[in-house]
């Protein structure tokens, strides 16, 4: 496995701080793997094991794969009473998947570079000579899931097989209409497979997310490795759900919350979702009901909430889309 540190910048101490990764194999560069672009979404564990598995299979690989496990080091270092945040610039809020604007593609100097403009641009030149990439991330509090966000992904996605998948075409056109896309999916649509994984919730360590993705990229780099993409010219028989965000339940008002319902659940009409407590009514409670058949995508990581937060994500099962 051979290590490469891309500079970044230099710290106001004098540390010269960069990205590292990690490539293995030999022949066509492949299969992109990043992680950690967002402070806490501790994906590390699922590098950690792919890593152990690609070192094993080493002198049979015969395409190259490129690991990122921690792709921005401004992120992890946000830390506030053990709780790693990271998801946002603490300076400008820009969340720091957001950068990957088309001006920053150009030496054009209108565009003064921001550091996170400079992070985007090494990712993109990392990026760019692999066919599949995949952006781990983790959720609030969440099951593993992909990202399906363009529908020629479908079949790809069926073949990855998650439990659990996210069809959001509503996130696609929005996402076209602004300047700062998400990580690859728009720039690369139709060149490329470039997938979001939500792969748990925010800084845990849970042993059953790790094997399900772990499993569903090793079966990824097995089947390459022996067939390169056959995979995508067959129909693949699976047992994922396909779900399509419907909308998120609110706290109505200030509240302490606990959930009912815990995502990948199913829901009823009439089933309870969550019970919340508040202070104006202490010793009493109140619960919430779901008003349809849905499935939950996700809760907010939190049982504290302020009037207006968002705390529970529902989608409904997909037949075909
Ligand atoms: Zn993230």
């Not at 690991?67 to 709780?83: C, E, I």
């Not at 959720?139 to 790809?156: I, T």
């Not at 800084?203 to 569903?216: C, H």
């Amino acid at each position: 496995m051979k290590s490469v540190t891309h500079p970044l910048f230099t710290d106001i101490t004098g540390n010269k701080i960069g990205i590292t990764t990690y490539e293995i194999g030999k022949g066509e560069p492949i299969l992109y793997l990043q992680g950690g672009i967002h402070g806490g979404e501790v994906t590390f564990f699922i590098f950690h094991e792919i890593a152990k598995y690609l070192i094993s299979i080493e002198n049979q690989l015969n395409f190259k794969i490129l690991l990122v496990p921690m792709v921005n080091p401004m992120a992890w270092n946000q830390q506030f009473y053990h709780y790693t945040a990271g998801k946002f610039n603490s300076i400008d809020g820009i969340d720091f998947n957001r950068n990957f604007s088309d001006h920053n593609y150009t030496n054009d100097v209108r565009y003064n570079m921001s550091l996170e403009s400079k992070m985007a641009n090494i990712i993109i030149e990392m990026a760019t000579p692999y066919k599949i990439l995949l952006d781990l991330h983790t959720a609030r509090q969440s099951k593993p899931y992909l990202y399906v966000e363009h529908k020629s992904y479908k079949n790809f996605a069926e073949f990855l097989n998650f439990k659990m998948n996210i069809v959001d075409p509503l996130q696609e056109t929005q996402r076209a209409a602004t300047d700062f896309s998400t990580y690859f999916t728009q720039k690369y649509q139709n060149s490329k497979y470039a997938f979001t994984v939500e792969c748990g919730s925010h800084d845990e360590l849970n042993i059953e997310n790790i094997n399900e993705v772990k499993t569903r990229i090793i079966l990824l780099i097995n089947e390459l490795n022996n067939n390169k993409f056959e995979f995508l010219k067959t129909k693949h028989q699976n047992n994922s759900i396909f779900l399509e965000p419907v909308k998120w339940i609110h706290a109505h008002d200030s509240c302490f919350v606990k959930f009912e319902k815990q995502s990948g659940d199913s829901v009823n009409k009439g089933d309870k979702l969550a019970t919340i407590y508040d202070i104006n009514h202490l010793g009493t409670s109140e619960k919430i009901y779901s008003d349809g058949s849905y499935m939950v995508i996700e809760n907010t990581k939190s049982t504290i909430y302020r009037a207006g937060s968002k705390m529970i994500w529902l989608g409904i099962k997909l037949s075909d889309w």
